[in-house]
């Protein structure tokens, strides 16, 4: 784990020059074909947010991305589905973090290393340079687990999360 220092001078000098240029609107674009598309093969709900770097007194303070990815899935009301099946991915660009996100339904079922290897999986591919690949493969895998534990049997339900990723 990185020291403070080490992750102030991330959130201070990284990230943020790269957001729109790893996320340009045809890739957001993509990524919302993909959740809403991925949603329809079961009763989850896939929220996917972005964010460049944390502020710096949060970090002097010790928040985490961890921590961070945590409150964005409470603001984001990814934890307000009707089957508490919600799932936030989360990257922490400045410090080339991801982190996924379940809500109780969904973590019940599926293991923490499960979660771990589409994070690995895409930081292997953002690594390689290859952010839509990453995005777009990681989006899969979590909708594969979702239908997995929680399929919509061919039943339509209304989309309870909007599917656009968000930039933070």
Known sequence: MPSRSQRLIANLLEGWFQLHRRFPPELLDDMTAAIEDGERTHLGEVRFAIESRLPLSAVWAGLDAST??????????????????????YV????????I???????????????MSICNGMREQFTAGQWRAGVLHGITQVHALLAKHFPSHGRSRPDELPDRPVLL
């Open 68 to 89: 961070r990815a945590r409150q964005v899935f409470g603001q984001l009301g990814v934890w307000d589905t009707e089957h508490n099946c919600g799932v936030l991915i």
């Open 101 to 115: 996100v379940a809500d109780r339904g969904i973590a019940r079922r599926v293991k923490v290393h499960e979660w």
């Open 92 to 99: 922490l660009m400045s410090e080339h973090h991801i982190e």
